[in-house]
């Protein structure tokens, strides 16, 4: 069995697989942005963002956020807050991306997976946020949920 200082086995796998999709949604994405300007719609007059009626400047800002926030939680020395920031600009263009579907008619039109996938990465999101403040927490050598708690008390 392990220490009460670190994450059980058991728990750092969790941690890592819910991270690691995550983080492999966002590349994903991001290679989408870049090089393949119609995903999902390949035989369509239009690419993603047209299609949800966003500006031709949110696909830059999208990209260079997802790329900074990816670096973020892959980097070791990047500070606590600054990860902090990365889950929580993830978890707003998750939960985004799903309204902006839903609102767009695409479960119905498409398929309703556009709406329920990033929802399904939020969660996988929550799962990685979870065990990243407890190991914070552990590691720091206070209870596991002293770092949650004073946070919410902020």
Do not use: W
């Not at 403040?133 to 708690?149: E, K, N, W």
């Amino acid at each position: 069995m392990e220490s009460g200082s670190t994450l059980t086995r058991r728990e750092r796998a969790l941690y890592r697989t819910s991270t690691g999709l995550v983080l492999a949604v966002m590349l994903f994405s991001i290679v989408n942005f870049v090089f393949n300007d119609h995903f999902p719609f390949p035989n369509g007059p239009e690419g993603a963002f047209v299609h949800l009626g966003f500006p031709p400047y949110f696909k830059v800002e999208l990209t260079v956020a997802k790329i900074l926030g990816v670096l973020a939680l892959v980097i070791p020395a990047v500070p606590f807050k600054v990860k902090e920031f990365a889950y929580a600009g993830f978890a707003i263009t998750l939960v985004s991306a799903a309204i902006a579907h839903f609102g767009r008619g695409d479960a119905r039109s498409l398929s309703v997976l556009y709406v329920v996938d990033p929802l399904v990465f939020f969660c996988l999101l929550t799962v990685s946020y979870y065990y990243f403040v407890r190991s914070h927490s552990l590691q720091a050598g206070a209870p596991a949920g002293a770092v949650s708690d004073h946070q919410s008390a902020a």
